[in-house]
């Protein structure tokens, strides 16, 4: 069964950078879609970046430029780079996979994904 573990998260100064992993626990290797989301204090959980298992990307505008989603699918994991961290980045950062094939237009939506983690905390002070 798909179990998700993140790891990578911490206190950073803006314009710093951090590395998130992302692994398959149970290393199914079986997982096509993955994601990043993150939730801010007092706000919804909102999609990052999302990647297919050929490695097609895909950001949100608030990634673009910044963040860079990869995966190892021989490792089950999926990594997000973070660069040039702003305060408002702050956000506990969930990863999200599912063994299906998402549409491409699907991939920022949280009721695609079946299998989540628990999060890690990013705080971001300036």
């Known amino acids: 069964q798909v179990q998700l573990t993140e790891s990578g998260g911490g206190l950073v100064q803006a314009g710093g950078s951090l590395r998130l992993s992302c692994v398959d626990s149970g290393y199914t290797f079986s997982t096509n879609a993955m994601g990043w989301f993150r939730q801010a204090p007092g706000e919804e959980r909102d999609p990052v970046a999302a990647?297919?298992?050929?490695?097609?990307?895909y950001y949100r505008d608030l990634a673009k430029g910044r963040f860079t989603i990869s995966r190892d699918n021989a490792k089950s994991t999926v990594y997000l780079e973070m660069n040039n961290l702003k305060p408002e980045d702050t956000a506990v950062y969930y990863c999200a996979a599912d063994q299906r094939t998402i549409k491409s237009g699907s991939y920022f939506r949280e009721e695609e994904y079946e299998y989540w983690g628990q999060g890690t905390q990013v705080t971001v002070f300036a």
């Open positions: 990647i297919n298992r050929n490695g097609l990307t």
